[in-house]
């Protein structure tokens, strides 16, 4: 019961720095979408990868409890 515990609280402290990350990810490519004007074909598969890659990190975030 108290290993149980431990793990909860673990689990509850990396899923809250992976929320946190996740939060400078999605402001930094925000910021790169207004900055960069014209954007070229590369950098815009790169946000977008970078964006749906944060998006399904996100949603496995969301099924821990």
């Not at 720095?17 to 979408?33: E, G, P, R, V, Y």
């Not at 207004?34 to 954007?39: F, G, W």
């Amino acid at each position: 019961m108290e290993n149980e515990r431990v793990d909860l609280k673990a689990i509850r402290l990396i899923k809250h720095d992976i929320k946190n990350q996740l939060s400078n990810i999605h402001l930094a490519l925000d910021t790169i979408k207004h900055e960069v004007i014209n954007p070229n074909e590369d950098v815009k598969f790169c946000v977008d990868t970078i964006a749906a890659s944060a998006a399904k990190i996100d949603a496995l975030i969301k099924q821990i409890p």
